[in-house]
């Protein structure tokens, strides 16, 4: 099945500061999303991006689908971005099962 | 705003008990998912099911069992649980059609087997 990478693995931040955290994934896909999942542990929906760029606020991503990667772009970083953000793809001609990565786990201190 | 209620946050059980984990969607999703995540392992699929009395097997099935009566509800049966099923178990849903398959989450039920 499918492989997703996410890198890096932890990040500390100060307050205001930019941050690209990246998903590599080894097939071809219809369907990419990024999670961010509070300390609190509820998982929130923050992009369904299979394929160029969207931005919500603060928070962009692009996917570059022929190369196999995603970036999340974090911008004037605040200490309620922390938490674990989460990656998950699902390959091209595959039944409705998204496969998830690790984890960036993100602390914005002060 | 999609809904998905999960009925407990947090649940402590005695080893071999039934355990019933329940979800409800109010957005009349098709699809609907379980996942466990444990530290440094991520999330991974338990169940899913894309329709009322249909289920599939995700990665780690094995000792876990489902039910979907109707459309909005689905729910975890651990048959007789083990203290490796101690967990935080995830539900979520998502429409059926694949173009816009955006994944929605319960808050989660933090399950511990004593």
């Known amino acids: 099945g499918i492989q997703v990478e996410q890198s890096p693995p932890d990040l500390i931040l100060q307050e205001g500061a930019n941050s690209t955290l990246r998903c590599n994934f080894s097939d071809s896909v219809n369907n990419l999303q990024w999670f961010h999942q509070n300390p609190w542990g509820q998982l929130i929906n923050l992009f369904y991006?299979?394929?160029g760029t969207k931005q919500n606020g603060r928070l962009s991503a692009t996917t570059v689908a022929t190369e196999r990667y995603s970036l999340l772009y974090i911008s004037s970083s605040q200490t309620t971005d922390s938490g674990v953000y989460f990656c998950?793809?699902?390959?091209?001609?595959?039944?409705?099962?998204?496969?998830f990565g690790t984890g960036t786990r993100l602390q914005v201190t002060l | 705003d999609v809904k998905v209620t999960q009925s407990s946050r947090y649940l402590v059980k005695r080893t071999g008990e039934k355990v019933f984990l329940e979800c409800v969607q109010d957005?009349?999703?098709?699809?609907m998912f379980w996942y466990r995540q444990d530290p440094g392992l991520g999330l991974r699929l338990i169940y899913f099911?894309?329709?009322?009395?249909?289920?599939e097997k995700g990665d780690i099935p094995e000792g876990y069992s489902v039910s979907r009566e109707k459309k909005e509800r689905f729910s975890l049966i651990l048959e007789s649980a083990s203290t490796n099923q101690t967990s935080m178990y995830l539900c979520a849903s998502s429409r059926l059609d694949r173009a816009n398959e955006k994944l929605f989450f319960g808050s989660g039920t933090q399950l511990s087997v004593l």
């Open positions: 998950a793809a699902l390959a091209t001609g595959t039944a409705s099962k998204l496969t």
């Open positions: 099911s894309y329709d009322v009395k249909m289920k």
């Open positions: 957005m009349d999703h098709e699809n």
């Open positions: 991006i299979p394929s």
